[in-house]
């Protein structure tokens, strides 16, 4: 659609640009009250029909098949049982309650109950009875159908109800039930005691015996830590020697510890000195290198006296330095000598000391192991000692326990309280029916009408895929609406011809409709470019006709000259809604050379609009469409004429409709509210779009007002807006050509 511009959206028109996807196909509130108006009377009549529907079904169900409920309550009483020799009561709280009342009513509904229900004499002398006792299948099932039992919110009572066609039977029936399960609460009360009782029993013997057993085991125990070695102090005296070995530990460890480190000094001085101080003192000590070094000082002296008298070359000096040599070189030799033995046995001490000192440690620890494990021993014994006596007194004290409960069930088992349920309330005869109930058999079929009806409405609104509204044509279509047309019949609007409308009524609503589509035309594209314009439709009976010849009358009516060709050879109708005198020619004359341009054209009647008759129908009516005299035809009357209007065939009937639109400046669709499927405009829009068509909008056609619809609601604005009366009212329903 080269040149068109976005239509505005006014009362009449909705657009949407052309790119844009088609919404999902979901309603919007305003839609579904729009369905609701529409079928109203649908809901009113389905709503009322199930009403009476609904009480004449009470009505056969009461005269057929009536129902009497009787009802009772029994009371559960707390699981627990109150202590009857102490005169105290346990109490329960709800959720134990509530479990306890649901119990029971389980246990009421349980087959095995109801089979000893049916098996007693007087449910089995009832009708109700009699009617089904061939069939234990169908007496078991209407049994569980006719019978309730209900917990009670909140309290410990069991409502019971049983329904039959005879009062008196209901109650019966009921007593019979409540009866047996008093007697299956007896019984079974008797055999939970008796068990109970037995249990107790058994735990109380098991009891008991492990006693014997701890205590004989405590008294061995005993013997054995009096009789411990060591232990006739007690643990003070073991704590006392632990103490002493120690303390003589860690002597021992500083002295092995001062040994190392004297044995580390020694190593360090023979590194550095060769000889330790000790050695090199004992060495000097030694009377024998103390006298050669004495022995040394003397012959020095001497030497020194014979230097005073004599030279140092003297034989005498060298004599005496001799000697000096001599007593020197013995010294050294005794002083190494000494030092060696004395440094083996410095080295020798100390490694004695060391062993001596680690074998008293390694003494001293074995013994402080020793005397550990036997404190630790006896600490673990007086340990299992102490907790003995402490599971002794636990079990004497559960060993009174059990005492207590074994008399305490033994009273109960005596006591009328043993049994935990009561009847609360016997079963009353009924007066008046539980089936059927009027006040519910109406509102049912009071709402199963509206929900049937709502059912039905929406599924015949989905099954109708025609374009309704202008709504559909924006969801469904995907172009512009140029306009919608209100449906209208000729005895609505006082004897008016739908063609002459726009001309001799130009107040009413429907001439303001065609007037609306010739305004959106304009506002589509430039008017330069809506020279010739074709009228189709998907089909016949959409109104195309009347379409093109009011949008004609609006068009001239604003000073234009409009041409109206009728296209249409198969079906032709511009001729009755203009009728002429005499022999017409017309737009077939033309196209094969029988008649001039100016022959073919005549006059309307309408200043401004000038008509082309169909004229007779030719053998080849595409071809004749087709042609080059066709196109010529349109150019030369475009100098003329300011609008071309062709009323052609249906788009998807023949396939005249595409040929003339593939020389028009645009095409109007016309769509038939309500009759025109979606699927079949869609097709013709799939069609024209792969010809290239240019597709000026849609026009929906016939569109019938609501009560209360926005269609009505604009018509009777229109109308007050004018000062004009609404005489001339919105038509009823016709299809046109």
């Known amino acids: ?59 056969l169900c009461r005269m057929y098949y009536p129902k009497y409920t009787s009802q009772a309550f029994i009371r559960c009483k707390m699981p627990n049982a109150p202590d009857l020799l102490k005169g105290q009561t346990t109490q329960v709280n709800e959720r134990v309650i509530a479990l306890e009342t ?16 049916l098996q007693r004499l007087r449910v089995q002398e009832t009708k109700w009875f009699q009617k089904r006792k061939d069939n234990a299948q169908e007496l078991m099932e209407d049994f569980k159908d006719s019978f309730y039992a209900s917990p009670r919110r909140d ?23 409540m009866d047996q399960f008093q007697q299956d609460m007896v019984s079974g009360a008797e055999g939970e ?96 290198v103390q006298g050669l070094r004495n022995r040394v000082v003397g012959l020095n002296e001497e030497m020194s006296r014979l230097l005073e008298r004599l030279g140092e070359d003297h034989q005498e000096i060298r004599e005496v330095k001799k000697r000096i040599e001599a007593v020197q070189a013995i010294s050294t030799q005794r002083e190494a000598e000494l030092e060696r033995q004395y440094s083996a046995s410095e080295e020798q001490s100390i490694l004695n000391q060391v062993q001596s000192l680690t074998q008293e440690l390694n003494e001293i620890n074995d013994k402080f192991a020793e005397v550990s494990t036997r404190y630790s021993d006896m600490q673990q014994r007086l340990t299992d000692y102490e907790s003995g006596e402490e599971q002794i007194k636990l079990m004497v004290d559960r060993l009174e326990t059990y005492e207590n409960e074994i008399n305490s069930t033994k009273a109960t088992m005596t006591s009328p309280d043993r049994v935990r349920v009561e009847i609360a309330s016997t079963p009353t005869e009924p007066l008046e029916m539980s089936f059927p109930r009027l006040e519910i058999f109406l509102p049912g079929g009071f709402i199963l009408g509206l929900m049937l ?37 000729d005895k609505d609007a006082d004897e008016i011809p739908i063609a002459k409308v726009a001309a001799i009524h130009p107040q009413s609503i429907f001439s303001e409709s065609f007037r609306q589509v010739r305004t959106n035309l304009f506002f589509s594209a430039p008017a330069e470019e809506m020279r010739s314009i074709l009228i189709t439709s998907s089909t016949a009976d959409c109104g195309k006709t009347t379409t093109a010849v009011n949008l004609g009358i609006t068009l001239a009516a604003e000073g234009k000259k409009v041409l109206l060709v009728d296209a249409n050879f198969r079906r032709p109708a511009l001729s009755r809604m203009f009728p002429a005198e005499g022999t017409q020619r017309g737009l077939s004359n033309l196209l094969v050379g029988q008649v001039q341009e100016s022959e073919a054209i005549r006059s309307t009647g309408t200043e401004g609009l000038a008509l082309v008759e169909s004229g007779p129908t030719p053998p080849n009516p595409a071809e004749l469409l087709n042609s080059v005299r066709m196109r010529e035809f349109l150019n030369h009357q475009k100098k003329h004429y300011d609008h071309i209007i062709i009323d052609g065939p249906p788009m998807l009937v023949v396939t005249d409709a595409k040929i003339l639109a593939g020389f028009t400046d645009g095409t109007l669709l016309v769509v038939h509210a309500e009759d025109t499927p979606r699927g079949v405009v869609q097709r013709m829009l799939r069609e024209l779009r792969a010809g290239n068509v240019r597709i000026l909008g849609v026009l929906l056609n016939a ?11 604009s018509y009777d604005r229109y109308y007050e807006y004018i000062g004009g009366e609404k005489g001339t009212s919105l038509p009823g329903g016709k299809k046109r050509s």
């Open 703 to 713: 569109v019938r007002p609501r009560r209360g619809g926005y269609f009505q609601e």
């Open 102 to 117: 649901q119990s029971k009513a389980a246990q009421l509904m349980g087959e095995s109950f109801i089979t000893r229900v």
């Open 193 to 288: 005691f008796g068990d109970r009782l037995k249990t107790l029993n058994k735990g109380k013997d098991d009891l008991t015996n492990e006693l014997t057993r701890l205590r004989n085991n405590q008294k061995d125990l005993a013997r054995l830590i009096s009789s411990t070695k060591g232990w006739e102090g007690g643990d003070i005296v073991v704590q006392q020697e632990l103490q002493l070995l120690h303390q003589e530990k860690l002597r021992l460890q500083a002295l092995l510890k001062e040994m190392e480190i004297l044995q580390a000094q020694v190593q360090e001085q023979r590194q550095q000195y060769g000889v330790t101080n000790t050695v090199r003192l004992a060495v000097e000590q030694d009377p024998l």
């Open 155 to 177: 309290t410990d009572l069991i409502m019971l109800g049983f329904s039959a066609a005879r009062p008196e039977e209901a109650q019966a029936i009921l007593r019979e039930v």
């Open 1 to 59: 659609m080269s040149g068109q511009i976005a239509l505005p959206r006014t009362a009449g028109m909705a657009a949407r640009p052309a790119g844009a996807p088609v919404p999902m196909n979901t309603l919007t509130f305003k839609e579904v009250m729009g369905i609701i108006r529409r079928r109203i009377w649908l809901i009113l009549i389905v709503t009322i029909l199930c009403t009476i529907l609904a009480g004449g079904l009470w009505y």
């Open 453 to 489: 009806s709502a059912g039905l409405l929406f599924l015949l609104e989905f099954l109708d895929d025609s374009i309704k509204s202008p709504s559909d044509v924006v969801r469904y279509l995907n172009i512009p609406l140029l306009g919608i047309v209100p449906e209208y019949e």
